[in-house]
């Protein structure tokens, strides 16, 4: 999957080796016929696409071709739309609104084919998380073609891709309720749903979950976020896999206490990735309840923040790599695995590298579960929160390093001036400081007030992930730099089970938009940019090629009086990066205002790199914020790029890009 092939000539040089993609492009499994049948272009989420009839030389020369408003699909016309479509048949295929509505779109005038509105009723009002990123396409070759939805109320869809009917043979009259078989003798559908699509792997539905935020829950239980297999002709559940496993299955001796018995969350929110050729589905999973504290779940708690292999067939457990042990930094598996083939020391590897919220790049063999380069276990510092019980060593890959900084020290402060500097300095000075993996700490009353988190719980890396060009064999993530204070103090009475609760993060002075970044001297981040980047990464060495800021810096940054007269020209945006990449270009959608809600917050401009170089060769804005990764496709012999536009108070829409 995804796939840069070099032959028997290993010894071969990187550009005598680009020259022969065009001989094996046949042998990938990225998108193609000009199409994007998957979330990321194919099932690998290599979010790459061969086109080039959009260049360096024309990009410039893009204009609207069409749009598309998704005002009229719920109640909150300007939510946050992370959605992805894809594109079979010159159809394109997406979900719109809270409600996710299934659509249909013609692909070269945005003309509304379909929609299929699915009441759910109550069911549909209470849920665990609104915001959705897409759908899955099946066909079997002849006149099936199905579209798989999953519904806010955590119901799969199974509709005719040419009507948008639901299928009467496929579940029950077309639904599936997915919140049967998950060890719970009673699952409320708030507390799981799903926030990005299904992946169809060869004839095998496999669907992950999401739940209701676990930065600060009201009990030790919740439902588990169990991984399931369906047939997509009938919708039949074939077969559960455990992330919490039960007694006598393989990691259950990692929950100590029984705590398997009542420990939820632990499921896979973001998208998957797959290999068709080998039938194996690569499941990234979250954090168990609950994000900042683990003491009512002692062990290493497998397979939480695990990457894990299943056959997509069965179920079984291929291989498994924990990459953080017994997790109380919220660092779960957010962003999809990108599948490659590529030449590393002389040897053709299939592989599957996996952005982190900790900005490490994890890459092992995708067959055996070997890393490709050593990780090592390290002693990490220990908590001393009363009840807690943190691992003694953590996994540290040893390349590709890091493309974000990781954990917090006196050189990471803000330093424009030496003003801002000893502000800087003052104000870290309430707060712990150490490298990646330093616990969360109690709030001490005229003592410290917490540890300063870098990255913190948001990333790094998250769900927009990474693109990789098998056409060079580099890997391009995205990444935001900023530290949040994460403090636990003592659970006040009347909050259930839960012994403890956070501050930071998602509440107090570390809570989201402004306040999340900009905690630092007067209103400014607290710590040194870029504050944002994208990271190319050469996949045969792993090592860096390049790094770039994300775009330019916010406009409460530029607008400061205290930084009058400094170059603010490499500071970048603390967004998250939409990336896409073709045979010639890399697209990059700023982000959609996650860490700043001041005036600048957010970002509206659609760049597009020189992916060799890391040079802009265009830039433009856009109505409002990119909310979700840009596609492309080709449809009656034209080139468009399409991308999900979205803000505070402007309604979401698709806009697609073409050459005049």
Not at 202 to 219: E, F, L, Q, Y
Not at 343 to 361: H, N
């Amino acid at each position: 999957m995804g796939a840069l092939k070099f032959g028997r000539g290993l010894g071969v040089a990187l550009a005598a080796a680009v020259l022969a993609v065009g001989f094996l492009r046949a042998e990938q499994q990225t998108a193609v016929n000009g199409e994007w049948r998957f979330y990321g272009g194919d099932a690998g989420s290599t979010k790459y696409s061969p086109l080039d009839q959009v260049n360096a030389q024309n990009v410039s020369s893009l204009r609207v071709a069409w749009r598309w408003k998704a005002e009229n699909f719920g109640p909150r016309p300007d939510f946050n739309w992370e959605v992805t479509p894809l594109m079979v048949k010159n159809t394109l295929y997406f979900t719109a609104g809270t409600r996710r509505v299934p659509v249909a779109v013609d692909a070269a005038t945005g003309e509304t084919l379909w929609t299929a509105r699915f009441d759910e009723g109550r069911r549909g009002q209470n849920v665990a998380r609104t915001v959705n990123r897409g759908l899955a396409y099946w066909s079997d070759g002849r006149d099936d073609e199905r579209i798989l939805s999953i519904t806010p109320g955590f119901q799969l869809l199974g509709l005719d891709a040419k009507t948008g009917r639901l299928i009467e043979g496929f579940g029950a009259n077309g639904v599936v309720d997915l919140t049967e078989g998950l060890d719970r003798e009673t699952v409320d559908a708030g507390s799981i749903g799903s926030t990005s699509p299904a992946i169809v792997v060869n004839d095998v539905i496999v669907v992950g979950a999401a739940h209701v935020g676990g930065s600060n829950p009201r009990s030790k239980s919740n439902t588990p976020g169990y991984i399931r297999g369906y047939d997509v002709r009938t919708g039949k559940k074939i077969w559960t896999f455990r992330t919490i496993p039960h007694p006598g299955e393989f990691g259950n001796e990692t929950w100590e206490e029984k705590s398997w018995e009542y420990t939820g969350n632990t499921g896979a929110w973001a998208p998957l990735s797959a290999d068709p050729e080998l039938g194996y589905v690569y499941i990234p999973v979250e954090t168990p309840t609950g994000d900042f504290y683990g003491g009512t779940r002692p062990g290493n708690n497998l397979f939480a923040e695990s990457l894990v292999c299943l056959d997509a067939k069965t179920g079984r457990r291929v291989w498994h790599y924990q990459l953080v042990h017994h997790g109380i930094w919220d660092w779960d598996i957010a962003s999809p695995p990108i599948l490659a083939d590529v030449t590393i020391d002389g040897r053709l590897r299939k592989i599957v590298a996996q952005p982190t919220k900790q900005a490490w790049l994890y890459v092992f063999d995708r067959v055996t579960g070997a890393p490709i380069w050593p990780i090592e276990e390290r002693p990490v510092p220990q908590t001393d929160v009363p009840g807690e019980k943190t691992s003694p060593t953590q996994p540290f890959p040893t390349r590709p390093a890091a493309y974000d900084r990781q954990g917090v020290s006196i050189d990471d402060l803000i330093d424009f001036t030496p003003e801002l500097r000893k502000e800087a300095i003052e104000i870290a000075s309430h707060y712990r400081l150490g490298p990646i993996f330093t616990p969360p700490s109690l709030i001490v009353p005229g003592g410290t007030q917490g540890t300063l988190m870098l990255p913190e719980a948001q990333g790094g890396a998250n769900w927009p992930g990474g693109a990789y060009d098998p056409e060079t064999g580099i890997l391009f993530v995205s990444s935001v730099t900023n530290t949040i204070p994460l403090a636990l103090e003592v659970n006040p009475a009347g909050r259930g089970d839960w012994p403890v609760a956070s501050r930071g993060g998602s509440a107090g002075r570390g809570g989201r938009g402004q306040e999340r970044t900009n905690f630092g001297p007067q209103g400014l981040p607290l710590i040194r940019p870029p504050w944002g980047r994208i990271t190319a990464i050469d996949m045969h060495t792993g090592d860096h090629v390049w790094m770039k800021a994300n775009g330019e810096a916010p406009d409460f940054v530029k607008n400061h009086p205290a930084l009058k007269g400094i170059d603010l020209s490499n500071v970048g945006r603390p967004e998250r990066a939409m990336l896409m990449v073709t045979k010639t270009l890399l697209f990059s959608g700023g982000g959609s205002g996650l860490f700043t809600t001041a005036p600048g917050g957010g970002d509206n401009k659609l760049r597009v790199y020189d992916k060799k170089t890391g040079t802009v060769i265009h830039e433009r804005a856009l109505t409002a914020n990119v909310t979700g990764v840009p596609m492309t496709y080709m449809a009656n012999g034209k080139q468009y790029v399409v991308l999900p536009l979205g803000a505070t108070g402007v309604p979401a829409e698709l806009v697609a890009l073409a050459l005049p």
